[in-house]
T-cell receptor
């Protein structure tokens, strides 16, 4: 079946601009996770949703970052007033919200802030 | 000290070698342990998912967890050039895949033909 999909695959923007990154989880997966991966590092947790609500947003670095999942499926990560330090790969994962089931990752969105 | 430590390598081995990849951790609350493989410019791909201490084997891959030492390993037998990738260890608490994962930095592996 279809895996996690993310769009766009690449995004180049200018410092100060607003960007939206989209994640489409595996069908039937109720939990959705966002991570950020900087060059040479492992993914770092940002936020996760169980259904429509954010169950844990402790990884969001500041109030410029915001994520929504209005219908419990597709999620959008929103970054306001982008900074060069926001350049990274943004990864989305989904799971069935069962402790015995792992998280499955999408291909990521590569964000470059000039 | 980071919660999860992983030697970034790089690690280079000849085809057919046995590869050993390791991570140590400091948080005793971790109960679920994962290994992901990440090819260049791709998302992480799940290899192994284990709970608590012990061994788990899947084909050429064996995952070991030693909670008493806070140490996990991934062994790759008969390594192939197609195994060349970055290997990420990841861990979570009692909710397993239903909570945030904490990753190591990843070890870059090259298998030479």
């Amino acid at each position: 079946g279809a895996g996690v999909s993310q769009t766009p695959s690449n995004k180049v923007t200018e410092k100060g601009k607003y960007v939206e990154l989209r994640c489409d989880p595996i069908s039937g997966h109720t939990a959705l996770y966002w991570y950020r991966q900087s060059l040479g590092q492992g993914p770092e947790f940002l936020i996760y949703f169980q259904g429509t609500g954010a169950a844990d947003d402790s990884g969001l670095p500041n109030d410029r970052f915001f994520a929504v999942r209005p219908e419990g499926s597709v999620s959008t990560l929103k970054i306001q007033r982008t900074e060069r330090g926001d350049s990274a790969v943004y990864l989305c994962a989904s799971s069935p919200y069962d402790r015995l089931s792992p998280q499955y990752f999408g291909p990521g969105t590569r964000l470059l802030v000039l | 000290q980071k919660e999860v430590e992983q030697d970034p390598g790089p690690l280079s081995v000849p085809e057919g070698a046995i590869v050993s990849l390791n991570c140590t951790y400091s948080n005793s609350a971790f109960q679920y342990f994962m290994w992901y493989r990440q090819y260049s410019r791709k998302g992480p791909e799940l290899l192994m998912y284990t709970y608590s201490s012990g061994n788990k084997e899947d084909g050429r891959f064996t995952a070991q967890v030693d909670k008493s030492s806070k140490y996990i390993s991934l062994f790759i037998r008969d390594s192939q050039p197609s195994d060349s990738a970055t290997y990420l260890c990841a861990m979570s608490g009692p909710q397993g895949g239903s909570e945030k994962l904490v990753f190591g930095k990843g070890t870059k592996l090259t298998v030479n033909p």
